[in-house]
């Protein structure tokens, strides 16, 4: 595998970090311009997006430098932030690491969070969070060398699927802190749907896309359809991350709406993971950048 399990790691907990508080602040962002009795549930709802997050990104950063691997290295990447895709997206992190968890410790332990600070926090976080859901296709994609990668739809596959986890991991933690009298508004329940069914599409595009594209990104993608990585492809991705949360959905009336919301948070989850693993470890090197290495 081209790169580590480590950064396998990072890009699965940016995207989801940065995901979850980018649907956390959109919710808050919407009920201050049109506040009603439905945008206050969901504002409630979110509330532990903003603690999930700081915890998400924070531990992607410990990922990364545990993949930087020494003191120096790290240095580099910190004093020149925009030397190269990694860099800006190290200081997107750690940006939305420092905000997102101000804005944690802040309604842990004050009773009320200022409105200045607040919306300072959730402004900047939400452009941030959005750089490093973006930035985490970007990192791959401006790799030239490994054609599977080079294409804007990875970009997209992965803004997709951190919505996706984003929105599980928040579901996820309503799911488990919320009172029982306290219901999951359907506006989130019916985004599961709508996220899940974005992300099928678009890494169908993506497989059809790049199985076009170069001798080398077909036999990348021959890897995950057929080859080595099939089971993880099919098992992790497909069956656990978009088919058990979209069956969760179609049956959700058959049981609990809480039991529902965590099956197919966890499928999700797992499948967001599996995903990344399987986009990282079918890299092929093209023939063409070997003969110029």
């Known amino acids: 595998m081209l790169f580590s399990w480590y950064i396998v790691a990072y890009l699965f907990l940016a995207g989801a970090g940065s995901g979850a508080f980018l649907i956390a602040a959109s919710c808050c962002m919407g009920d201050a311009l049109r506040k009603t009795e439905a945008s206050e549930r969901l504002v409630l709802a979110v509330q532990g997006g903003f603690y999930a997050a700081p915890c998400l990104v924070v531990l992607a950063g410990v990922f990364l430098l545990l993949d930087v691997g020494n003191v120096q290295r790290v240095w580099a990447v910190v004093a020149q932030p925009f030397q190269s895709v990694l860099s800006v997206g190290a200081w997107l992190v750690a940006l939305l690491a420092v905000l997102s968890g101000a804005l944690a410790v802040a309604g842990l332990v004050l009773r009320e969070v200022p409105r200045p600070l607040l919306w300072t926090c959730i402004a900047a976080g939400w452009f941030c969070a959005a750089g490093v859901m973006s930035y985490t296709g970007l990192l791959l994609s401006d790799m030239v060398s490994i054609d599977l990668w080079h294409t804007p739809w990875l970009v997209v596959l992965f803004v997709a699927s951190s919505l996706s986890c984003g929105l599980a991991a928040v579901v996820g933690m309503d799911a488990l802190v919320a009172p029982p009298s306290r219901a999951l508004p359907s506006g989130l ?71 529902a919301a965590l099956v197919s948070s966890v499928g999700v989850l797992v499948g967001g993971l599996f995903l990344r693993y399987c986009i990282v470890a079918a890299a092929l090197y093209t023939p063409l950048a070997l003969a110029a290495i």
């Open 189 to 259: 329940w019916r985004a599961g749907v709508l996220f899940g069914c974005l992300e099928a599409l678009v890494l169908a595009v993506f497989m059809v896309v790049q199985l076009g594209f170069t001798e080398t990104a077909h036999a990348s993608c021959l890897l995950l359809l057929e080859g080595s990585l099939a089971l993880a492809f099919w098992g992790g991705v497909c069956l656990v991350g978009i088919a058990l949360p979209l069956a969760a959905h179609g049956v959700g009336c058959l049981m609990p709406r809480r039991i």
